[in-house]
């Protein structure tokens, strides 16, 4: 575990050395683009070929798609408590995100003319949810609960499957609960493929959404373009700034939930407070040996998390915007929250106080937890409502306001020495 002081001569270099992407390996980038293009000029026999060879899964045409009746008998398998608390994340991320509907409207612009926006749903997206070493029902909710909400009228699901071609029936029963029936057992860049080019058995999508590995993520980005994607969302990332009131017990177990997730991810700690970054590696060490994933975990402490010391506490400030965290707790007294909060602008979600853990914006809470990774927070934004619906402007002028426009438009037209521009104006006066 690497630990950087934030006023060493050399510590930018060595934050942006540990922040730095992976590159893609070119292996990858040719091996998906080999399966793409198979799926894309042999359709459904290249899915089933691909499938076999690298999940060692046997389907044909007519069991890549999982009947309706699997998806109730998944229902079936659930608890009582299991079911209320998928169906209450779903009441939580749905009035969320209610908030964020897009309006259409309408006005008048300087000329006297009728502008606005309109927005129309997607006709037709594609989910990703990944079902390897864990399957994450929560990106079911995070996903399919926005499509249902913004009208989409055609939402397809895929996800992969074990070798004898079941899913998880957690996975199953939270289609049913989210209302998506059109589900298939496609992983990786073979259900990148299907989406994009589409084939007998599988229509296309105009946009994809959902997390995957390094291998889902390079087909998304090789079929950009094509169709829509959500963003390339890679292996996790929390940073934690603490202060001397954070329980370093609180600390501890959050980076411990992080480094569960994947080998990869990316964890930083940033306090002026050498006692609680003392007191916290200790606490790490008793508390992880009683987790399952310890040797992902020792991977992450070993390889993927830093710890950075600063003479005050708004010193955090410019390292978080520089380093644009996918989640970000503030373990600090309640009257810096407003403050770090509002200085903070490039994370993808905030955890605000000691009792808000990430795992709240993993399962509970409402926000998305689809969020941008290795800097992308910079520019982009996590998944929301709007994501899932496309815009038109409208412009309409009449006889008075295109009169009104025509000073402006001549002059523009030349500037840019298109006479046609203007002609196509000045001809309806």
Not at 43 to 72: F, N, Q
Request: glycine fraction near 6%; charge should be negative.
């Amino acid at each position: 575990m690497l630990t950087l002081n934030s006023h060493s001569a050399d510590f930018q270099n060595q934050l942006d050395s540990f922040l730095a992407p992976s590159v893609t390996d070119s292996s990858v980038s040719k091996a998906v683009e080999t399966i793409l293009q198979d799926v894309r000029l042999r359709g459904d026999a290249a899915l089933i070929e691909h499938s076999e060879r690298i999940d060692k899964v046997r389907l044909t045409p007519e069991t890549l798609r999982v009947p309706k009746s699997e998806l109730e008998r998944a229902l079936g398998t659930l608890s009582p408590a299991q079911r209320t608390a998928i169906e209450a994340s779903i009441a939580s991320v749905r009035a969320f995100h209610e908030r964020g509907l897009p309006q259409n409207w309408r006005g008048t612009n300087l000329h006297g003319a009728t502008v606005g926006e309109r927005y129309y749903p997607l006709q037709r997206v594609g989910l990703y949810i990944p079902g390897g070493r864990v399957p994450l029902v929560s990106t079911v909710v995070m996903t399919a609960t926005l499509a249902k909400l913004a009208g989409v009228p055609s939402i397809a699901a895929f996800t992969p499957c074990a070798a004898d071609g079941t899913i998880n029936s957690s996975l199953l029963a939270a289609f049913a609960l989210t209302g998506i029936t059109e589900v298939y057992r496609l992983g990786g860049p073979m259900a990148v493929g299907a989406m994009a080019y589409g084939t007998r058995t599988v229509p296309a999508v105009v946009k994809i959404f959902g997390p995957g590995s390094a291998y889902l993520n390079e087909a998304k980005r090789q079929v950009f373009g094509t169709i829509g994607i959500d963003l390339l969302a890679g292996p996790s990332e929390v940073m934690i700034i603490a202060d001397s009131t954070a329980n370093p017990d609180f600390i501890a177990a959050d980076i411990l939930a992080q480094a569960e997730h994947d080998p990869r991810v990316r964890i930083i700690v940033i306090t002026p407070e050498k006692a609680i970054l003392d007191a916290t590696l200790s606490a790490i060490e008793l508390q992880k040996t009683t987790l399952k994933h310890r040797a992902v975990i020792d991977t992450v402490l070993a390889t993927g998390t830093l710890c950075i010391l600063t003479k005050q506490l708004t010193d955090s400030i410019a390292i978080a915007n520089h380093c644009a965290p996918e989640h970000l707790e503030l373990q600090v007294a309640e009257s810096a929250l407003d403050s770090l909060t509002q200085g903070i602008t490039t994370a993808g979600a905030i955890f605000e106080g000691h009792h808000t853990p990430t795992v709240l914006g993993d399962f509970a809470a409402g926000p998305n937890h689809t969020l941008p990774t290795a800097l992308a927070g910079r520019y982009l934004s996590g998944l929301r409502i709007v994501d899932f619906f496309r815009r038109s402007s409208t412009t309409r002028y009449d006889s008075s306001s295109v009169a009104n426009a025509a000073p402006t438009v001549a002059e523009f037209s030349n500037m840019e020495q298109l006479d046609a521009h203007g002609r196509s104006l000045t001809i309806r006066l």
